[in-house]
């Protein structure tokens, strides 16, 4: 008999053993519940990756930063990372709800440099390349960007004499590079290659770095031989579902300081000055101090793989002269969208520029330092009324300093805007092309006019009028093949190879007209009733080229240990001659790390290093290989006035065609060491580079009549052909150290310090085929009666930009001068334009809440000609009309009497160190939801300086624009010109807010 009972006993059995079972792995399986947060912001972080350490299993953070996991037995820690953040472990224990912080990777963050098409990590630079983040930039009333730089890189020398806010900034990156052609260095803005820095506002940049040899820059061919600087700017928000806000306003007072001293009224008088009657104060009418201000914002956020930042920044930098002014009103957005699970990427930006500048005569500042202080501004008198009642005297160079700032001005309107559309998509997860088109437009509109009482231009045309505008476009198409190959984890390869087209056309327009019945301006050209002579004008202008590129670089990391690099770039260019319009332009790198190789102590960082490349520079202009032609003069074929119909304007060559004239070469050789001890606590970079510069642009005198040597079978038919001069020689030092946080009880001081030695730049020749020259003389001191001789001699096989002049051997006892000689051919170096060195030393302490920070700059071995003491320091000779500096170099005893006459003692030693910038700040602690951090700031610009120099600003002068040629050349530095801007010394109170 089968007994069917144990069958339901079975069953239920193994029913208890599994219920057993699950109760049992119930117990020891758990979920775990979290939120990953970042606590700078305090907003959660989605997409962080949460792991059990030691397996591969996790799950990703949501929207919310919160995560859901289970947990198995013997699972106890959690490694939770995310891309710039530092990973971080978290043992569970009990617990069954987790917060977990995360820290920002400030030093991965920081390893990766921006060079051309592309980033690096530090470790793998194998160039000079030079890296500022923004806690490194100076501070204050900072309007254009450069001024952020200012100091900051070795080898790299921003200037600007003068506090004019209108007034450009000189960049100059390893001393000079040419004199004929594009001496500042190229400005690379978010991939877009030749951008103006005028297109970004300093708040709106993340980082810039600089590319400073030959190697680093070969990468952008025909346009590095002046260096490069690549900016990039603040990033949109990736952080899906967050907005961001940041709002920064600050207000600043300008004053005039180191004004010239100059003879009281009762001094003036004592040394036989025409007294009539009144004491003026002629800089104390004319200067104010001045009110400037800055406000921006910007947001930032992402959505459904959508990235954006708008910011919007408004300036308003006024003069301490009425009628100066600068506003700025930038505006920008960027835009990222990702697809194909972001394998497909776009990028868009976008910035526009507005900025409106109102100027006077710069040579108010002088005839406020010289002009009669016994002079009223105003006089009753009918000849004072043709002068629209000021007071005017018909003494040569000499005119009412109010009334120049009041019946002239000038202004500027100028509009920018920069387009860029970037695509990027993986082909395969090592292989990455992409294509960029930018296009960047600027277009000027200026305004020139003088009242019809103007003494010194108007009165004498009835009123004058002018409007000029000049526009620019220029477009560019970038497109590049990325791929990277790891061998056996080994040897890491970076192959990148593109091709580029740039097109730019400028055009413009200018008009005069004179003698009008109305002041009415240049609104109303048509009010001037002469259209031709004397104070009147119509031109216009229109020009296009092409640039062609083809390029490719090669970067290798073997084990971290050794480094190479390699470039080369190949360039066409349609504005030089058809027998030279393409050339090549090479460059390899390498180093090694040795902390790889040997045990080296406290050293943590040893990486030696050489590189080499060849750079180019492009002409000023795309026309001067071909010989263009220009307006003449009028010509009457009949000669009867009275008939119109047979009159034409005849044209005249701007210069001899020169088929063979081709590109500027700059071969730089650059060995450096980048260093790090006790674990980079005290880092740096030392570099020392040689670089031969050849076939220098510029424009020369010829005969006219002779055999045209560069264009064969024809002959010279104007005075000036451009060729390719000049070959150069220069060398330079570079030391750059900073120490990362010393700790002075509670307070914590980061010092960095900076410096530079040129070996100045020597002139290897001038000459050009058949064409040669032993020396090139330029800049004569000016008027009045100081015209006729240069005195600075360019001469082959010396140091470019040196000073020349009569020894001053001392005064006769009339008071007059002793000199060695007045034969310009026998004056002897007196000085150089150019620095022999510059440092830079910053400095930031913190202290809880409050942060401090100053810079000092300082400049030596260069000279400057005063032109304040070269006019005007002497007791006769004109002292009836004019008052006269005192300065320390002064002589007293005896008093100069004769007239003014150039001579060695006006040539002064200008080295210099400045109080750059100081900023003291709080950061207040806030519990509010939605506010992240409040900073109020005050900050100083040019609180001191320390010279012997006496004139206004003992700045390095790099060019000089008062030749008798009429035109700006790197030919001619050493020379503070009397319109020089007054100095400006500024006190900032600033708020920055950011809003999550």
């Known amino acids: ?414 509009k920018s805007s920069l387009f860029s559309a970037l695509v990027e998509y993986d082909i395969l997860d090592r292989l990455t092309l992409s294509a960029q088109y930018s296009q960047d437009t600027r277009n000027e509109l200026n305004g020139n006019f003088w009242a019809k009482q103007d003494f010194a231009v108007g009165f004498g045309a009835g009123g004058s009028a002018q409007r000029i505008t000049n526009d620019r476009l220029r477009q560019i198409f970038e497109s590049t093949l990325r791929y990277e190959h790891d061998f056996n984890n080994n040897l890491n390869m970076t192959l990148l190879g593109g091709v580029g087209m740039q097109s730019t056309k400028n055009q413009g327009f200018n008009a005069r007209s004179r003698q009008y019945l109305f002041d009415t301006g240049w609104d109303n050209l048509g009010g001037g009733s002469i259209r031709v002579g004397n104070n009147t004008e119509m031109s216009s202008y229109a020009n296009e080229d092409q640039l062609n590129s083809l390029f490719g670089r090669a970067n290798f990391n073997y084990r971290n240990t050794f480094f190479f690099s390699a470039s080369v770039r190949a360039e066409t260019y349609s504005g030089f001659g058809a027998n030279n319009q393409t050339g090549v332009f090479p460059a390899f790198s390498l180093g090694s790390d040795f902390n790889q190789l040997f045990d080296m102590g406290v050293i943590s960082q040893f990486k030696p290093r050489v590189s080499f490349g060849v750079t180019g520079n492009l002409p000023p202009s795309p026309t001067l290989a071909i010989g263009a032609f220009t307006n003449g003069n009028r010509v009457d074929l009949d000669g009867d006035p009275q008939t119109t119909n047979d009159l034409y304007v005849s044209l005249v060559q701007s210069s001899n065609p020169n088929r063979d004239l081709k590109w500027e070469s700059k071969q730089e050789l650059n060995f450096g060491i980048d260093f790090g001890i006790w674990n980079d606590k005290v880092a740096g970079s030392v570099d020392y580079y040689i670089r031969n510069i050849s076939d220098l642009l510029f424009n020369v005198p010829v005969s006219p009549g002779t055999p045209n040597q560069f264009d064969p079978g024809r002959f010279n038919t104007v005075a000036s052909t451009w060729v390719n001069l000049a070959d150069l020689r220069a060398a330079g030092f570079e030391f750059a150290v900073g120490v990362n946080s010393i700790n002075l009880g509670r307070v914590n001081w980061t010092p960095n310090v900076n410096f530079t030695i040129y070996d100045k730049t020597t002139i290897e020749s001038f000459s050009s085929g058949d064409l040669g020259f032993d020396e090139l003389r330029y800049a004569t001191p000016g008027s009045p009666g100081q015209n006729s001789n240069p005195i600075i001699y360019n001469r082959v096989g010396q140091t470019l930009g040196d000073t020349y002049g009569p020894i001053l051997e001392g005064y006769t006892e009339d008071g007059d001068y002793i000199l060695s000689t007045t034969n310009p051919d026998e004056f002897e170096k007196v000085g150089n334009g150019l620095p022999k060195g510059e440092f830079g030393f910053a400095n930031r302490f913190s202290y809880n809440q409050w942060d401090f920070s100053f810079f000092l700059r300082g400049v030596w071995g260069h000279t400057l000609y005063n032109s304040y003491r070269g006019f005007y320091e002497n007791a006769d000779g004109g002292s009836n009309a004019y008052n006269s500096v005192i300065t320390d170099k002064t002589p007293t005893n005896p008093l100069v009497t004769a007239a003014p006459t150039y001579n060695s003692s006006y040539v002064e030693d200008a080295s210099f160190v400045r109080l750059d910038n100081l900023e003291l700040g709080h950061n207040f602690k806030t519990n509010s939801k939605n506010i992240s951090s409040l900073r109020l700031y005050f900050a100083a610009q040019n609180l001191f300086t320390i ?27 050493g020379i503070e010109r009397m319109n020089t801007y007054f100095q400006i010394r500024s006190f900032t109170l600033g708020l920055s807010l950011n809003f999550k």
């Open 947 to 973: 010279t012997g120099y006496t004139g206004v600003d003992p700045e390095a002068r790099l060019t000089d624009a008062n030749n008798t040629n009429g035109f700006t050349t790197a030919l001619s530095p």
């Open 1 to 414: 008999m089968i007994n069917y009972l144990q069958k339901p006993k079975a069953f239920l059995l193994t029913l208890a053993l599994i219920f057993c079972a699950a109760l049992v792995a119930n117990a020891q399986n758990r979920t775990v519940t979290g939120t990953v947060m970042d606590p700078a912001f305090g907003e959660p972080i989605p997409g962080a990756t949460v792991l059990i350490k030691g397996t591969t299993r996790g799950v990703p953070t949501d929207i919310d930063g919160t995560f859901t996991i289970e947990l198995q037995p013997g699972d106890n820690i959690l490694v939770v990372s995310f891309v710039g953040y530092i990973p971080k472990e978290v043992e569970v224990g009990n617990q069954t709800n987790l917060t977990i912080n995360l820290e920002e990777d400030i030093q991965s963050l920081e390893e990766a440099v921006v060079i051309g098409y592309g980033s690096q990590d530090k470790k793998e630079i194998t160039s000079a390349v030079v890296g500022v983040k923004p806690e490194e930039f100076n501070r204050g009333n900072i309007a254009n960007p450069a001024q952020l730089l200012q100091g900051k890189v070795a080898g790299l020398s921003i200037t600007k004499p003068g506090g004019n806010p209108n007034g450009g900034f000189e960049v100059r990156l390893r001393g000079l590079s040419t004199f004929g052609a594009n001496s500042s260095p190229l400005v690379v803005l978010d991939g877009v290659i030749g951008a103006s820095l005028e297109n970004v506002d300093p708040n709106d940049i993340q980082s810039i770095d600089v590319l400073k040899d030959g190697s680093a820059a070969a990468i952008y061919g025909a346009r590095g031989s002046s260096g490069v600087i690549l900016v990039t700017t603040n990033r949109p928000n990736n952080r899906e579902g967050t907005t961001n806000v940041n709002i920064n306003s600050y207000g600043t007072i300008n004053q005039a300081t180191n004004l010239i001293p100059t003879l009281s009224v009762e001094e003036f008088i004592e040394r036989g000055g025409t007294d009539f009657g009144s004491r003026t104060d002629w800089r104390g009418e004319m200067l104010s101090n001045s009110f400037s201000s800055s406000n921006s914002a910007s947001i930032s956020g992402g959505f459904n793989n959508t990235n954006y930042l708008a910011s919007v920044n408004y300036r308003d930098n006024k003069g301490v002269i009425n009628g100066v002014e600068n506003k700025r009103l930038n505006a920008r957005l960027n835009l990222r969208q990702g697809a194909l699970d972001n394998r497909l990427r776009f990028n868009i930006n976008l910035s526009v520029t507005n900025e409106d500048q109102e100027r006077v005569n710069n040579d108010a500042f002088r005839y406020a330092t010289i002009y009669n202080p016994t002079a009223p501004i105003f006089e009753d008198s009918e000849d004072a009324a043709k002068y629209g009642g000021y007071f005017q005297r018909s003494i040569t160079d000499y005119f009412n300093p109010i009334a120049l700032v009041n019946q002239q001005k000038f202004v500027s309107e100028i």
